[in-house]
């Protein structure tokens, strides 16, 4: 009898240690977020979809056109109508791509190629915009040629 109990005393201890590491993986995973972006972002994630892919390019451009940059940060893209946007900090000045949507700003940029209330000129690649006042032709070669 105090094998059964023992047996059924170690099958409920394992039983709640397994529901609850799967708790807190669930926790982890959806605590995590996206739209965070830290300094010095320069890491080899395998690109989880279109976007993610299209930045993986273009950092790899950079790279492969041996211009660094020291951070990657996240820009409030809210401000001039896009979807996201980031910095890439270098020492020859920052580089800003934004990620747009198909609507009216769009259409506007794709229109007038400025962005902001500036007008700071820009080009487009597809649903992508970099900021072109001030960089390089080796740096917009990289962003031109991305599809």
Request: net charge negative; with cysteine.
């Amino acid at each position: 009898m105090k094998k059964i109990l023992a047996l059924l005393l170690c099958m409920t201890v394992f039983t709640g240690c397994s529901s609850q590491t799967d708790t807190s993986d669930d926790t982890a995973n959806n605590n995590r977020s996206t739209d965070n972006v830290t300094e010095n972002e320069n890491n080899n994630n395998t690109p989880t979809n279109k976007t993610d892919d299209w930045y993986a390019q273009f950092e790899n451009g950079l790279k492969e056109g041996n211009i660094d940059y020291s951070s990657k940060n996240v820009l409030d893209a809210t401000n001039v109508g896009g979807v996201e946007g980031y910095r890439y900090v270098t020492d020859n000045g920052n580089i800003d791509v934004y990620r747009y949507e198909d609507g009216d700003e769009f259409e506007r940029i794709m229109d007038e190629k400025t962005i902001g209330d500036d007008k700071k000129k820009v080009e487009v690649n597809d649903h992508m915009v970099i900021v072109s006042d001030g960089l390089s032709e080796d740096v917009l070669d990289i962003f031109r040629n991305l599809k």
